[in-house]
């Protein structure tokens, strides 16, 4: 019987990551928690017969990314709106809930579960590069097994003969996988914006402005925020808008009165986040969502909602109810 103290001692420190990596795979949080849960189980029950052949950290990986692989088996990707179909036209439309049970939508992910605090400012900057909506939403195109590939190689570096003997084949299997997986990427995600980390001044301003717009409701003030070119998409919905003039017309309905916003400012995805609180008839404001920003030296180019409502913000450590 494996001692479970050392075991415990020993995989522990693996988990934050092991987490960020079942999140990559699948896009969404409440399945990367459970395989990452039936991870650390497989590695209970093989810990007595672990050898030492590779690394622990290897090992681990191993086990975590062939149970993603198992969970992915004739499932289908996670979406966001915009990657099913054209934007919407009229924003003065109601949303298209039209997607019915056969799509998964993408889950944000909270940057402090997921992203350990690093002494090298340019590790936590390569950590948040690695989690950023747009990559995750982009390796949901891909076939699992090259998406573990991309992941593995490019995202985590492990050599090719280690992801080869991760995944039981062989490296010219590998370095194949990898270069479609290249390929089908830039296809799937063509524009790689240059983001501003979410810490930054500038970040942290545009984020402000944003929630002083939903606070006040003052359109002119999210105008100011976004790009030209900025677009939103609501989770959930088919519905996504692309250009500044559908946005404002958008914003301009959803907004209301001064008062009937309140937002939290945090972290998802390494990118500026709202968590909102919409006020109900009683006057108490409730968890709606959480806004995730992509912030750009220009403006804010996209705004993703997740309506989540109270459980979506209590994964982010934030009230339902109460502000």
């Given at each position: 019987m494996?001692?479970?103290?050392?075991?415990?001692?020993?995989?522990?420190p693996?988990?934050r990551?092991?987490?960020?990596h079942c999140?990559?795979?699948?896009?969404?949080?409440?399945?990367?928690?459970d395989?990452?849960?039936?991870?650390y189980?497989?590695?209970?029950?093989s810990?007595?017969?672990?050898e030492?052949?590779?690394?622990?950290?290897?090992?681990?990986?191993?086990?975590?990314?062939?149970?993603?692989?198992?969970?992915?088996?004739?499932?289908?990707?996670?979406?966001?709106p915009?990657?099913?179909?054209?934007?919407?036209?009229?924003?003065?439309?109601?949303?298209?809930h039209?997607?019915?049970?056969?799509?998964a939508w993408?889950?944000p992910?909270?940057?402090?579960?997921?992203?350990?605090?690093?002494?090298?400012?340019?590790?936590v900057?390569?950590?948040?590069?690695?989690?950023?909506?747009?990559l995750?939403?982009?390796?949901?195109?891909?076939?699992?097994?090259q998406?573990?590939?991309?992941?593995?190689?490019?995202?985590l570096?492990?050599?090719?003969?280690?992801?080869?003997?991760?995944?039981?084949?062989?490296?010219?299997?590998v370095?194949s996988?990898?270069?479609?997986?290249?390929?089908?990427l830039?296809?799937?995600?063509?524009?790689?914006?240059?983001?501003?980390?979410?810490?930054?001044?500038?970040?942290?301003?545009?984020l402000?402005?944003?929630?002083?717009?939903f606070?006040?409701?003052?359109?002119?003030a999210?105008?100011?925020a976004?790009?030209?070119?900025a677009?939103?998409?609501?989770?959930?919905?088919?519905?996504?808008?692309?250009?500044?003039?559908?946005?404002?017309?958008?914003?301009?309905?959803?907004?209301?009165?001064?008062?009937?916003?309140?937002?939290?400012?945090?972290?998802?995805n390494?990118?500026?986040?709202?968590?909102?609180?919409?006020?109900?008839?009683?006057?108490?404001?409730?968890?709606f969502?959480?806004?995730?920003?992509?912030?750009?030296?220009?403006?804010?180019?996209?705004?993703?909602?997740?309506?989540?409502?109270?459980?979506?913000?209590?994964?982010?450590?934030?009230?339902?109810?109460?502000?």
């Amino acid at each position: 019987m494996p001692d479970e103290h050392e075991f415990t001692r020993s995989t522990e420190p693996f988990r934050r990551e092991l987490l960020a990596h079942c999140y990559r795979m699948l896009g969404s949080l409440d399945e990367a928690e459970d395989l990452v849960q039936e991870t650390y189980l497989r590695a209970w029950r093989s810990y007595g017969t672990f050898e030492g052949r590779s690394s622990l950290r290897v090992w681990l990986y191993r086990i975590a990314t062939n149970a993603c692989l198992t969970a992915l088996r004739d499932r289908g990707r996670r979406a966001l709106p915009s990657g099913l179909g054209a934007p919407a036209t009229d924003p003065d439309a109601p949303p298209d809930h039209g997607a019915g049970p056969e799509v998964a939508w993408l889950q944000p992910v909270p940057d402090a579960l997921v992203t350990a605090p690093a002494d090298d400012p340019a590790a936590v900057v390569a950590a948040r590069e690695r989690l950023r909506l747009a990559l995750i939403a982009g390796l949901q195109y891909l076939p699992p097994r090259q998406r573990a590939v991309l992941v593995l190689r490019e995202v985590l570096g492990f050599p090719a003969a280690e992801v080869a003997d991760m995944l039981g084949t062989t490296v010219p299997a590998v370095k194949s996988a990898l270069q479609r997986a290249r390929a089908r990427l830039d296809e799937a995600a063509p524009e790689r914006e240059r983001l501003v980390e979410p810490t930054d001044p500038h970040a942290r301003a545009l984020l402000a402005q944003y929630i002083a717009g939903f606070e006040n409701a003052d359109v002119g003030a999210l105008e100011r925020a976004l790009r030209a070119d900025a677009a939103i998409e609501m989770v959930g919905t088919r519905t996504w808008f692309s250009g500044i003039a559908a946005c404002l017309r958008y914003l301009a309905q959803v907004t209301g009165s001064p008062g009937d916003w309140r937002m939290t400012p945090t972290i998802a995805n390494g990118q500026p986040a709202a968590a909102a609180y919409l006020r109900d008839a009683g006057g108490t404001h409730r968890a709606f969502g959480l806004g995730v920003l992509t912030a750009t030296p220009e403006g804010i180019a996209r705004i993703t909602v997740f309506g989540g409502g109270p459980a979506l913000l209590d994964r982010f450590g934030l009230d339902g109810v109460g502000l």
